[in-house]
């Protein structure tokens, strides 16, 4: 399997696959599919999201893997996978389907100054999932942002005011989420009290430390610390969680890592090694070729 950032080549795939496409540089773009099988463009493929990507399932059902968990898309849901999440498309039903993506740079999130971390403390629906079920209402308002972002992005010529007009389209479309998932998660608090979820909250802050340190860190005692909660005790709800052991996701992002790196920054493989923390490069040479098959430098080569 081949795993990726959303690359410069990959969106220009997008693009041609795509029914309706639109961005502005390398900060964001808009692509609507309703003819193609998305999933003949990724199918296979993880994807690491550099920035911030929303989906929204207008038409059809579409399965799909979001760092930890499998996730059903139905007609009028939106799925928000934040930076640094892996992302995989699984199966897209025959037939009928209109899916829209929206992807956001981390650079230009920043220059919005959007806190993913408040989007995320309330997550998109009550139960902090990143799938919501919209009513039609809310998935048209939804829609109606993006088509401002769209036209502005393709019928004004001042790079200027492009960027400021999107900024603020942008931050409002973020915040109008925020608030379908605050409606959702007072109805929910009003409802019957939901068992203890301190192990889920365990694998989930687990994931996030992981996406944090992976540069820099490998062994389950780290993260188990960062946690306050022994090694053992973490590689346990991890695996009861997800059904892998917690060194597996920690290897997932470091090789992902170790490959973009190899392939598209132009280090040496050394240069490589030290970046992400092996005392040596043969040491990082044997735990790539452990976990791919291959040499770091047969990779780069490839």
């Excluded at 929204?56 to 640094?84: C, F, H, Q, W």
């Excluded at 608090?189 to 820099?216: C, G, I």
């Excluded at 090694?231 to 997932?252: F, M, N, Q």
């Excluded at 490959?259 to 735990?287: C, M, P």
């Amino acid at each position: 399997m081949m795993d990726h950032e959303i690359s410069r080549s990959q969106k220009q795939d997008l693009q041609r696959y795509a029914s309706d496409f639109s961005n502005f540089g390398d900060d964001y773009f808009f692509a609507r599919f309703d003819r193609l099988p998305i999933e003949g463009i990724l199918s296979g493929t993880r994807t690491r999201v550099t920035g911030l990507a929303i989906i929204l399932m207008l038409k059809g059902r579409m399965t799909v893997d979001v760092n930890l968990a499998t996730y059903g898309m139905i007609p009028d849901s939106v799925l928000l996978v934040g930076p640094e999440s892996l992302f995989q498309p699984r199966h897209i039903d025959d037939g009928d389907f209109d899916i829209c993506l929206f992807f956001v740079s981390h650079e230009f999130m920043r220059d919005i100054n959007l806190d993913i971390n408040t989007l995320n403390s309330i997550g998109v629906s009550g139960s902090h999932s990143p799938l919501m079920l919209l009513t039609p209402e809310e998935m048209m308002l939804l829609r109606r942002y993006f088509a401002l972002v769209k036209e502005n992005t393709r019928g004004n010529t001042e790079a200027v005011f492009i960027r400021s007009i999107a900024r603020s389209v942008i931050a409002a479309a973020f915040y109008q989420l925020m608030q379908f998932g605050k409606r959702r998660e007072v109805a929910d608090d009003s409802s019957a009290e939901r068992p203890s979820t301190r192990r889920h909250n365990y694998v989930k802050e687990f994931m996030q430390l992981v996406r944090e340190y992976h540069r820099r860190e490998r062994s389950i005692s780290f993260y188990a610390s960062k946690l306050f909660i022994s090694p053992k005790y973490l590689s346990i709800v991890v695996r009861e969680a997800t059904g892998r052991p917690a060194s597996a996701w920690i290897d997932d992002y470091v090789i992902l890592e170790a490959k973009n790196l190899l392939r598209f920054s132009g280090k040496n493989v050394q240069q490589i090694a030290y970046e992400l923390n092996f005392t040596n490069q043969s040491s990082f040479g044997k735990y790539f070729k452990h976990l791919t098959g291959m040499s770091p430098t047969q990779f780069q080569r490839s």
